[in-house]
């Protein structure tokens, strides 16, 4: 990996809160690189690829039915890996070259990256946490989601537990109350890393 010294990788869990504190760190004037944004550009850009490998039925218009997608490969482990191995390296360039258009500026920015621990994909600190505990994922993803218990429940299961990606980061954001609270812990984590 290049040597990016001024990236804060931002992460956490499904339904932690992680995109509202990276947009409460863009209203503090940070930059977020956003590689969810980046691998659904990729994901476009890769229509053909999919029809190719999961059938045409998961595009349409030259888009990728991301839902469809999304429900064929949250429930099979080999075709999400086939997704992954196709995305993956083209997701990792792209924010490589966005960092290091931002290293140019000498200043902390983020990089907002949902799978961090789970990819191993970037050798890259310190790793800032959004938390929320399980319950409270949980319940969120059912609310946003319109997702059944069981269905929540095995998404989150996918990933890392947030207890251990908690203990794993060099800095935790909680976000188990209000969004008062939330920008609260992001004031006190900005004083952290400009002091």
Do not use: C, W
């Amino acid at each position: 990996m290049v040597e990016l010294p001024h990236a804060i990788v931002l992460t956490g869990g499904i339904a932690t809160g992680k995109s509202t504190a990276a947009n409460l760190l863009r209203l503090y004037g940070f930059h977020v690189i956003d590689a969810d944004t980046i691998a659904h550009e990729v994901l476009d850009a890769q229509s053909e690829q999919i029809a190719k490998l999961f059938g045409s039925r998961y595009v349409q218009d030259g888009k990728v039915l991301r839902k469809k997608l999304g429900a064929l490969v949250f429930n099979n482990e080999q075709e999400r890996k086939k997704l992954e191995s196709l995305l993956h390296p083209k997701i990792k360039a792209q924010i490589v070259r966005q960092a290091k258009e931002q290293e140019r500026f000498g200043i902390p920015y983020f990089i907002d990256i949902p799978l961090f621990y789970e990819t191993k994909n970037y050798d890259l600190s310190p790793v800032v946490v959004v938390y929320a505990p399980k319950e409270l994922q949980l319940e969120r993803l059912i609310r946003r989601e319109g997702l059944s218990f069981q269905e929540a429940k095995r998404r989150i299961e996918l990933q890392l537990d947030i207890e251990q990606k908690r203990q794993m980061a060099d800095f935790v954001i909680d976000n188990s109350l209000d969004l008062k609270h939330l920008q609260e812990q992001i004031e006190a984590f900005i004083q952290t890393i400009t002091h």
